[in-house]
């Protein structure tokens, strides 16, 4: 009975199991979620990109407006943007009119391809730091790292980077909606834009907000992330996009400020304990305990704690 039951259990999980993708087969569907008037976002999972789930990991959004539809951070491969633009018409039949990329990290943009191949005409904003570094080679490197994660299931992806630079404050017209960029400086990245939908009353925050997942901070500053993200909390906007994780209100974006903070002032504690940037982890475990079910946790805090540790030393100077 126990070799039948044990039989039945891997036949079972053989059939469950998340086939892994061949190479440039088709992300599998994730539906939109309507988050706001005239908002659906795709919550992505939560996990790396890896095989099971193609390099899809991030929180495509789109918003409609009179004119057709914008989208923002159409994900990680052309598989991932041609899935975005196959369930956003189960939404609307409008076309797509325009897309913003919120930053650098190919998770969010390297889907323009398949945006720029079914409507060539619509334009795609980004932060003029972005541009930069997309036509300095960061694209290249991005298609090769999701090519490697998920061992060949993004293949046939190219970099096509925004047609547009922004800045911030800059706002945009589209049908009888208003899009405000805000630019706060290094915070996740250089070259984050978080992205407001006026009339709505949304925020779309890129990566300078995540909840339920621990993103990489490696391009980024601590203290100048929870600056922009105070500022953009200023807004008092009803319903926040985070880059990773589920929609929330102001709390949620609040409890990801916190976490940055926390890591920040456990870098402080140790160097004015005299302590060693590796000696940032223990404190920092104790000051997050909050966090410790988040995606990423294990792998970032102590990485986290060593950089914030520079940045306090950098700031001592
Ligand atoms: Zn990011």
Redesign the pocket.
Known sequence: MRIITALLCSLFLASTAPASAAPGEPVRDYPFEKVAENTWVIHGPLEMPNVSNQGFMNNPGIVLTSKGIVIVDPGSSVQAGEMVLRMLKKVSDQPVIAAFNT?I?GD?WLGNQAIRAAYPDAPIYGHTEMLAMVDAGSGDTWVELMDKLTEGATKGTKVVGPSQAVKHGDTFKIGNKTFRIHHYGQA??RTDIMIEVEEDGVVFLG?NVTADRI?RMSDGNFMGNVSAVDKILELDAATWVP?HGPTGDATMVRAYRDYLQAVYSSAEKAFNEDLDSSDVKAISLQATTKYKDWAGYDDELGPQGAQAYMEVEAAEF
């Open positions: 930053h990290h969010h996740h990245t990566d993103p880059g």
